[in-house]
């Protein structure tokens, strides 16, 4: 085993797959906690079927590289939604929805109208599900998935005291003077980067595993904000790393195998909070 793991290791296809993903996995895994607890966490759904439909969109004009109007489409979805959802006559799970369907509708009808694949179905099932092109990264778009995520974790972590206000009690937030929507809206933005970095990880609707799983697990274990975000972030990238390795082994859909992984995970923390009543911090 040894040596079979220092012979993948070595293959620089591998070493790209295993870095992007372990750091997509982290920036999810720490906004996963604050979303799961503001009863807000299908904004990654929501918001990754947005990407679909940028990404639709950047096919049909011809752009070679659709990063950037994916992450401008989602970060301005991300913006209108959070103000969408703050409005007394369109709720944020209507809103989610809203935006939700209607991006997935419209990215799909685009891909039909316009399409010049031959194999248009199984390039809408590699975009829905997640591809192999986790595995053919080149060393500049790795660059900018550790770039990105080096931002997020950055904010995260300077504004670390100010989210987990929010994230808590945020009409007591706003009582003592701390601007809740500006550091809403810094969530909402964050989450729109990380979703365009995990749509070659797991595909547009497997996201939302990413985001809640890891931080499901983990409050099972453990009830203290930063004891729960640490375990978060580790659970995520194991998760991740180990499913990317499985699925090279055994030849899996990458994304899919993730979250199976995830879900065992889900599983062993669910049975050792019920034996031992969950560690408390």
């Not at 179905?121 to 778009?141: A, Q, R």
């Not at 990105?148 to 206000?165: E, H, M, R, T």
Request: aromatic content about 8%.
């Amino acid at each position: 085993m040894h040596d079979l793991l220092s012979g993948l290791f070595s293959y620089p296809f591998i070493q790209r797959a295993l870095i992007a993903g372990t750091l997509v996995a982290l920036c999810s895994a720490l906004l996963g906690v604050s979303l799961v607890l503001k009863r807000y966490s299908m904004i990654g759904d929501g918001l990754s079927h947005v990407a679909f439909g940028a990404m639709a969109i950047a096919a049909v004009l011809g752009l070679t590289d659709d990063m950037p109007l994916m992450l401008g489409v989602t970060v301005v979805c991300a913006v209108l939604l959070l103000r969408t959802g703050q409005n007394t006559k369109i709720k944020g799970d209507a809103a989610i929805a809203m935006i939700s369907v209607g991006a997935l509708a419209i990215g799909y009808l685009l891909m039909n109208l316009f399409s010049t694949s031959s194999n248009l179905s199984g390039d809408v099932c590699s975009t829905l599900f997640g591809s192999t092109s986790i595995l053919t990264l080149s060393k500049s778009e790795v660059w900018l998935c550790a770039g990105l995520s080096v931002v997020v974790v950055a904010v995260f972590l300077l504004f670390y005291n100010k989210i987990f206000a929010v994230t808590f009690d945020e009409d007591f937030a706003k009582a003592v003077g701390t601007k809740a929507d500006l550091y809403n809206l810094l969530i909402a933005v964050i989450v729109a980067v990380v979703i365009v970095l995990a749509m070659n990880l797991v595909g547009s609707l497997l996201i939302s595993a990413l985001v809640i799983f890891p931080a499901l697990s983990a409050m099972r274990l453990f009830q203290n904000f930063r004891s729960v975000t640490v375990c978060s972030a580790v659970l995520s990238v194991s998760c991740a790393a180990l499913g990317i390795l499985i699925s090279i082994l055994a030849g899996t859909p990458v994304g899919s195998t993730i979250v199976a992984v995830q879900i065992g995970a889900f599983g062993l923390s669910w049975l050792a909070g019920t034996v031992f009543g969950g560690a408390r911090r």
